[in-house]
């Protein structure tokens, strides 16, 4: 995702997160310090608790309080909830830990006779499950699990039952019984966390969709609107330039209309392609065969030592994939034209160098690079390049590669552009390939 799209993420997630914090996890801190606090009470024979936990109830609570106040109050703004969402978790992970501790050291009631310090463990069990509505990779709730469970380990060894046996069978099978879950948990969590993820991605995938159908509907009625005039101008333009002779100074000006006006019908078929790309016969198709064809006809009737060099590099044999021919063409002619006025800008003779290959697996699309030596493209442009009527270049639509990409994304391909480490920019095509291979 470019840079734009990755703000409409993480606004879209702290959104997201910050409901769930408000109906899921407040009442969940709020459940836990009222049963935690009732059952210490009552193991205790509702003798009042020491002052270091009467503190740390009440540091508890008003820290829930006030997350409560932020969230249920809409205090908060979307660049601070996960940063409040952290804090939250590691308040309860310090609490847990604290009350286990406090717990261990306190004597129990005469009147029980059962061990105390154990049942508070069932707590990290909560944060480890409560992960999945914060951590979003593999490797934070890893390291989040991780550390639950060596202060899960770390508080049996404070428990000052007398049968405790820290190399006992009993022991070592209730650590692997709760490393074990919280394992499970991480896969869980992480499950959870890429389909919520997937949900964001595809949400924003809808809404440029739809941004990008109505800017095409827009193209194509301002393109239907002035199609008429604009060919109209040019015959005017046309039939003036004929009656006048070429030692007129009028005949230039007729020139001049007439070249803007060819060049405004370039501009209006350009809209209309990208409003409607003309999909119509899909079938296997050889893409290094194309790309054959394109360097052909780009190369066509040009000297070496005047234009710049085009190579072509068929990695093994890649499969045929499923594509209308003609539009796959298009494609591959825009990006490498590009490349070309690129790499040749300062006059010299550069190099574009397309490789067609298929990528690792089986049923792995087969991709098409272009690679320019040209000066390279800026990271900020890269991550525009494909917008409709964005260009750098004198004279440029800004329509080639937004072109590009509606044909590549209704083949059900992917295209993404980005500066060479070693200078130059490189374009990358990927398009799945043909059920019948070849």
């Not at 991605?201 to 800017?215: D, F």
């Amino acid at each position: 995702m470019d840079s734009r799209a990755e703000r409409f993420f993480e606004k879209d997630y702290a959104l997201w997160l910050a409901r769930i914090e408000s109906r899921a996890m407040l009442p969940m801190k709020i459940g836990m310090l009222a049963v935690s606090l009732v059952y210490w009470l009552w193991n205790r024979d509702w003798a009042p608790p020491p002052t270091a936990v009467f503190g740390l109830f009440f540091m508890y609570g008003a820290t829930t309080l006030a997350l409560a106040w932020f969230f249920w109050r809409d205090r908060i703004a979307t660049d601070q909830v996960r940063p409040m969402a952290y804090a939250s978790y590691f308040a309860d992970l310090a609490f847990i830990t604290a009350l286990i501790w406090f717990d261990s050291r306190m004597p129990p009631a005469l009147s029980l006779a059962a061990p105390v310090g154990g049942d508070y463990h069932l707590l990290y069990l909560l944060l480890v499950f409560r992960g999945f509505a914060l951590f979003r990779t593999t490797a934070e709730n890893l390291a989040v699990a991780l550390l639950v469970t060596l202060l899960f380990v770390v508080s049996l060894f404070w428990r000052q039952a007398p049968e405790t046996d820290v190399t006992g069978a009993a022991f070592m099978a209730r650590v692997g019984f709760v490393w074990g879950l919280m394992l499970l948990a991480v896969v869980i969590v992480n499950l959870v966390g890429k389909q919520q993820q997937e949900v964001l991605r595809v949400r924003e995938r809808l809404v440029k969709a739809e941004g990008l159908a109505a800017l095409g509907e827009m193209a194509a009625g301002v393109a239907h609107e002035i199609n008429n005039p604009i060919g109209i101008i040019k015959t005017y333009a046309e039939y003036l330039k004929k009656a006048v002779p070429e030692t007129d100074e009028r005949h230039d000006d007729f020139a001049t209309i007439e070249k803007e006006a060819s060049r405004c019908e370039g501009i209006v078929r350009r809209m209309l392609d990208f409003a409607r790309p003309d999909i119509q016969e899909m079938k296997p198709v050889r893409i290094q065969d194309v790309a054959e064809e394109v360097v052909g006809f780009v190369t066509h009737g040009k000297k070496g030592g005047e234009a710049v060099r085009i190579d072509l590099h068929v990695e093994g044999t890649p499969p045929a994939v499923l594509a209308d021919e003609g539009q796959i063409k298009q494609a591959i002619l825009n990006i490498v034209m590009n490349a070309r006025q690129i790499a040749g800008e300062d006059g010299g003779a550069g190099i574009v160098i397309l490789t067609v290959r298929q990528l690792a697996g089986p049923r792995a699309p087969v991709q098409i690079t272009v690679h320019d030596d040209g000066p390279g493209i800026a990271p900020e442009d890269a991550e525009r390049a494909f917008e409709p009527f964005f260009t750098k270049r004198k004279g440029g639509t800004g329509l080639g590669l937004a072109i590009t990409r509606r044909i590549v994304e209704a083949h059900g391909g992917s295209i993404e552009i980005w500066p060479a480490a070693n200078g130059g920019t490189t374009c990358a095509v990927s398009l799945p390939i043909a059920e019948t291979g070849g």
